[in-house]
């Protein structure tokens, strides 16, 4: 069929936009919304640009990581994200808050080549390393003045055709992806030019993630964990049990990790990183040992409830969208964040104090109550509300005991009648 939108990208920016604005049912309007959020300069960054799609920025409080307060900027058009993650904070800052290390902090690719002879591969990988990892770092000379470079080659076999060269890169605080594959590219080159009856069939780094590995870990009093209707060793309990659940069963264990990714994301996102690269690498650790399971762990330890987390965040301090965006820098400051580890723990802690939180709604109260009181303020003003009314919107609908569209319309008309009628 012929394609009606084939080269998009050579039209000018207007008459992409008039393309566009044929799809709409309301033309002014629409262009009107695309005008207001449009910037010139993303279209450098992007392809076909169009306009920017904005995503709300909070600051979750409460965020102590090896003895430092933070304010971590959050970007996430979620709702109760940002005050689940600063409550379970507060929760963890009760006894001296996160405790984060960062147990690697490297960035790993492949080259994956079909060989009739493994052996003969694995053999001149192992006799040549130095010349290899000489190779990588003089494909981007200028990494040697700022980090270590290629550290380590080895081959591991996939299957009786296929085997993976594997590099280890000290990329600094830039999260090097493109460093590492120009490094990849140089040693497939020079494998080829040297090694007989091999055939190359990609060079890629790697979203593993297994080389940028944070623990983290805090615990919380019972007595902080107790609430109006449960007592705090209950509490506590229910959250290891929950906590165990998502090791045992793939189905929670999903759910459990989404939780955490939601701090994760928000703060990764908000400090200019490459959060779809986070949740692959998150979410194949998670997988590591064969069964699906939860990214961390609440158990009981000498009356207290003690959490831990091991999770994969490649990121990058400098470069990419620290570049780009000026408020992913301005982000950094917030922060007070300096260098890539720094960064990396910061983001982990958020991920496990998010998690507390999820875990306590959902044994206690139930998810639903915490979240959907949030949940109603975005539909107060998906509904026409103006900031102002919002408070007093919800405030009736809560009397009421309802919030759905109907509803919400209905009140937002009354609320107007009576400060019309009031004068």
Same mark, same amino acid.
């Given at each position: 069929?012929?394609?009606?939108?084939?080269?998009?990208?050579?039209?000018?920016?207007?008459?992409?936009?008039?393309?566009?604005?044929?799809?709409?049912?309301?033309?002014?309007?629409?262009?009107?919304?695309?005008?207001?959020?449009?910037?010139?300069?993303?279209?450098?960054?992007?392809?076909?640009?169009?306009?920017?799609?904005?995503?709300?920025?909070?600051?979750?409080?409460?965020?102590?990581?090896?003895?430092?307060?933070?304010?971590?900027?959050?970007?996430?058009?979620?709702?109760?994200?940002?005050?689940?993650?600063?409550?379970?904070?507060?929760?963890?800052a009760t006894m001296g808050g996160i405790k984060a290390e960062v147990q690697s902090n490297l960035v790993a690719g492949q080259v994956v080549i079909k060989t009739n002879s493994q052996s003969v591969v694995a053999q001149f990988v192992s006799k040549n390393e130095r010349e290899l990892l000489q190779v990588a770092n003089q494909s981007h000379p200028s990494i040697l003045s700022y980090a270590t470079g290629a550290k380590r080659i080895s081959v591991r076999v996939l299957d009786p055709e296929y085997v993976s060269v594997d590099l280890l890169v000290d990329s600094g605080e830039a999260m090097g992806a493109n460093i590492v594959n120009s490094m990849l590219e140089a040693v497939k080159e020079y494998m080829q030019e040297n090694l007989d009856a091999i055939e190359p069939l990609m060079a890629i780094l790697t979203n593993d993630g297994e080389t940028s590995l944070v623990n983290v870990s805090g615990k919380v009093s019972f007595a902080s964990l107790e609430t109006k209707t449960m007592s705090g060793d209950v509490v506590a309990e229910r959250i290891s049990a929950a906590s165990h659940i998502a090791q045992i069963d793939p189905v929670r264990a999903a759910t459990h990790n989404k939780g955490i990714m939601n701090g994760v994301d928000a703060a990764a996102i908000a400090l200019g990183n490459d959060w779809r690269a986070i949740e692959s690498a998150a979410h194949s650790f998670a997988a590591k040992r064969g069964?699906?399971?939860?990214?961390?762990?609440?158990?009981?330890?000498?009356g207290n409830l003690v959490g831990t987390m091991t999770?994969?965040?490649?990121?990058?301090?400098?470069?990419?969208?620290?570049?780009?965006?000026?408020?992913?820098? &301005?982000?950094?400051?917030? +922060?007070? !964040?300096?260098?890539?580890? =720094?960064?990396?723990?910061?983001?982990? $802690? *958020?991920?496990? @104090?998010?998690? &507390?939180?999820?875990?306590? +709604?959902? !044994?206690?109260?139930?998810? =639903?109550?915490?979240?959907?009181?949030? $949940? *109603?303020?975005? @539909?107060?003003?998906a509904n026409g509300a103006t900031p102002g009314e919002v408070s007093t919107v919800v405030e009736r609908l809560t009397t009421l005991g309802k919030h759905d569209a109907e509803t919400i319309k209905k009140v937002i008309n009354e609320i107007r009648k009576e400060r019309n009628n009031n004068g």
């Open positions: 069929m012929d394609l009606k939108y084939d080269h998009f990208y050579k039209r000018d920016y207007q008459n992409r936009k008039l393309l566009i604005l044929e799809q709409l049912s309301q033309v002014v309007q629409g262009d009107q919304l695309l005008s207001e959020n449009y910037d010139d300069g993303m279209a450098e960054v992007i392809e076909n640009y169009l306009t920017n799609y904005q995503i709300p920025e909070g600051i979750a409080t409460n965020i102590v990581v090896n003895g430092t307060e933070h304010l971590v900027p959050m970007v996430t058009e979620e709702p109760s994200v940002i005050a689940a993650c600063s409550n379970g904070a507060k929760l963890l069964n699906y399971r939860g990214l961390s762990n609440w158990q009981i330890s000498d999770i994969p965040i490649p990121i990058g301090f400098v470069g990419g969208a620290t570049r780009v965006f000026k408020l992913a820098k &301005l982000n950094q400051e917030i +922060a007070q !964040v300096s260098d890539s580890e =720094q960064e990396m723990q910061l983001i982990a $802690a *958020v991920g496990l @104090a998010q998690n &507390l939180a999820a875990l306590k +709604a959902l !044994v206690t109260e139930g998810i =639903q109550r915490g979240h959907m009181s949030l $949940a *109603v303020k975005s @539909a107060v003003i």
